[in-house]
Nanobody, 128 residues
């Protein structure tokens, strides 16, 4: 049974930092594509950052230089280190997994339906 459990969300002031974690189980973490999405009220779910089997990372333009994605497959963990947070980063953040063996970025990486499993989300609120 696949499970993804996010943690680390909270409320911070603009310019602050947070680190999100995603604990995974039930699939081979090392060979999956893993990603963070976010969903703000009134907006569509947005891909934020992703990492594939080879460790290739992708970021949406609005977070480049501020967010950093990393994984530790020995711990089945995924992280999102967020710095210089802005009010527009306020959203529910979700981790997602595409469990194709030896997954690489050969698909539309920001398309939510491309991912097989999702966590329940963790809320990030940034105040100005």
């Amino acid at each position: 049974q696949v499970q993804l459990v996010e943690s680390g969300g909270g409320s911070v002031q603009a310019g602050g930092s947070l680190t999100l974690s995603c604990a995974a189980s039930g699939f081979t973490h090392a060979t999956a594509c893993l990603a963070w999405f976010r969903h703000a009220p009134g907006k569509e779910r947005e891909g934020v950052a992703g990492i594939d089997t080879a460790g290739i990372t992708l970021y949406t333009d609005s977070v480049k230089g501020r967010f950093f994605i990393a994984k530790d497959s020995t711990k089945n963990a995924l992280y999102l280190v967020m710095s210089n947070l802005k009010p527009e980063d306020t959203a529910m953040y979700y981790c997602a997994a595409r469990t194709t063996d030896y997954c690489r970025w050969t698909f539309p990486q920001w398309r939510p339906t491309a991912y097989d499993y999702w966590g329940q989300g963790t809320q990030v609120t940034v105040s100005s």
